[in-house]
């Protein structure tokens, strides 16, 4: 059973993100905050796999309260649902932890999909804000982008590219005929030599450098 804690400032949303998720068997909301102070509370005293977390709320907000919590709680799954899709909220979130984005209006289908996703080490990224990120970032010179392919071997460039289209360690250990422990040593790797934190962030990359096509 996946153990979600749901944050937004709206207690109608709340109320309808609880009815979505707990249509699924295997989703259970086990409670709801109303903004970031509350969010990190409940997590300590409920201690939830995944947190939906709204950005712009008064007092804390969700940038702020995702990356206490990733500091406090690392392996607390934060999946940041919110209308906001501007690049300086999209950057804020991605870099204080954030393990996916999505944009209010996805369909439920979508959602649900992106909680289990998101805990099987998926990385869920609303296909609009991919192409902000990806525009963002594409306007560098190619020179700049030669240095990460320079950086990565061959098959750390292909795995890569896998983490990118969201796929985890297993399913990318599947479809590149390896070992899921010689995946996650790649992956590992790949992290250092980026110098990023997480898996999220090296999606991020592989998007905004052109390794994968964000509405593919």
């Known amino acids: 059973m996946i153990r979600v ?25 086990i409670a709801k905050a109303y903004d970031g102070d509350q969010a990190i509370e409940l997590v300590e005293k409920t201690h939830p796999d995944l947190v939906l977390m709204d950005l712009k709320m008064p007092g804390m907000n969700g940038i702020q309260a995702t990356r206490i919590l990733n500091q406090k709680y690392p392996a607390v799954k934060i999946l940041v649902l919110t209308t906001y ?63 990460l392919t320079e950086q990565l071997s061959e098959r750390e460039l292909e795995i890569l590219k896998q983490i990118g289209r969201g796929l985890s360690n297993a399913e990318i250990a599947e479809k590149l005929y390896l070992t899921r422990g010689t995946v ?16 999220t962030q090296a999606a991020i990359l592989a998007i905004q450098y052109g390794l994968v096509d964000p509405q593919s």
Not at 5 to 29: F, K, N, R, T, W
Not at 188 to 199: F, H, N, P, W, Y
């Open 85 to 147: 899709g501007d690049d300086e909220w999209v950057f804020d979130a991605i870099r204080s932890g954030a393990d996916g984005y999505l944009l209010k209006g996805v369909q439920r289908e979508e959602l649900i999909r992106a909680v289990k996703g998101t805990l099987q080490g998926q990385t869920h990224v609303d296909p609009a804000v991919a192409g902000k990120l990806f525009d963002s970032v594409s306007k560098n010179p190619v020179g700049e982008r030669s240095i």
């Open 5 to 29: 804690l749901v944050c937004d400032d709206q207690a109608v949303v709340c109320d309808g993100l609880e009815m979505i998720l707990d249509s699924d068997p295997e989703i259970q909301v």
């Open 184 to 199: 996650r040593n790649y992956v590992s790797t790949i992290l250092a030599k980026l110098g990023v934190e997480d898996r």
